[in-house]
């Protein structure tokens, strides 16, 4: 049974809109999450996290908001742009429980960023 | 120079094989991890060694083993490869003294496995 879901294996977006990622978890026991980028023929880079204390963390262009009561979490990127064009992984961990801090990973969105 | 390397980057071999993947990593981190990538399933840990001495079966540890030889170095087997095997496989480090941030992971660039 999936603890993180994906439920969107695309996206594709116009150049200067928004993006937003969605991303479901089931383990309320998870208290750290990260969104990594991955361009093809290379390995997933880390975009952003946020513990489960905060409800918002944002970095530049880049915000994941948190709510912990429907366990759901989305990444939005503002203004997008065609270089963010890549797959998107979701993450959940639970640091202080028994994964002993390991990720767990969605399956991914693709999001497409058009001129 | 990349802080955590994977060789070989591609691999093409045969059913019953015995391969090894390597990975070796200058960040210093102790915490290092094996996955696999398959098409619409998402990273999956296959295993996790904490330091040296620690190693540990991840999600899907079966047909595989791993070996730490170093702080800098693990590496992942497969005693006799099998088609459904084929695979993108990634290494990845982290440190587990970063407060704030513990939890993030810094990947290889990856190994293209096909097992034929």
């Known amino acids: 049974d999936q603890q993180v879901k994906q439920n969107s294996p695309s996206l594709s977006v116009q150049e200067g809109r928004i993006s937003i990622l969605n991303c479901d978890y089931t383990?309320?026991?998870?208290?750290?999450f990260l969104w990594y980028k991955k361009y093809p023929a290379e390995g997933p880079t880390f975009l952003i996290s946020i513990s489960s204390i905060k409800d918002k963390n944002e970095d530049g262009r880049f915000t994941v908001f948190l709510n912990k009561s429907a366990k759901h979490l989305s990444l939005h990127i503002v203004p997008s742009q065609p270089g963010d064009s890549a797959v998107y992984f979701c993450?959940?961990?639970?640091?202080?429980?028994?994964?002993?801090?390991?990720?767990?990973f969605g399956k991914g969105t693709k999001l497409s960023v058009k001129p | 120079d990349a802080d955590v390397t994977q060789t070989p980057r591609n691999r093409i071999t045969k059913t019953g094989k015995r391969i090894m993947l390597e990975c070796s990593q200058t960040?210093?981190?102790?915490?290092m991890y094996w996955y696999r990538q398959d098409p619409g399933l998402g990273l999956r840990l296959i295993y996790y060694?904490?330091?040296?001495?620690?190693?540990n079966k991840g999600e899907i540890s079966d047909g595989y083993s791993v070996s730490r030889q170093a702080q800098a170095k693990f590496s992942l087997s497969l005693e006799s490869a099998i088609p459904n095997q084929t695979a993108l496989y990634f290494c990845?480090?982290?440190?587990?003294?970063?407060?704030?941030?513990?939890?993030?992971?810094?990947f290889g660039p990856g190994t293209r496995l096909t097992v034929l």
């Open positions: 993450a959940a961990s639970d640091i202080y429980g028994g994964s002993q801090g390991n990720l767990i």
């Open positions: 990845a480090t982290s440190d587990v003294q970063l407060a704030g941030v513990l939890g993030e992971q810094f």
């Open positions: 383990n309320s026991m998870f208290d750290y």
């Open positions: 960040k210093g981190h102790d915490r």
């Open positions: 060694s904490f330091d040296v001495k620690d190693i």
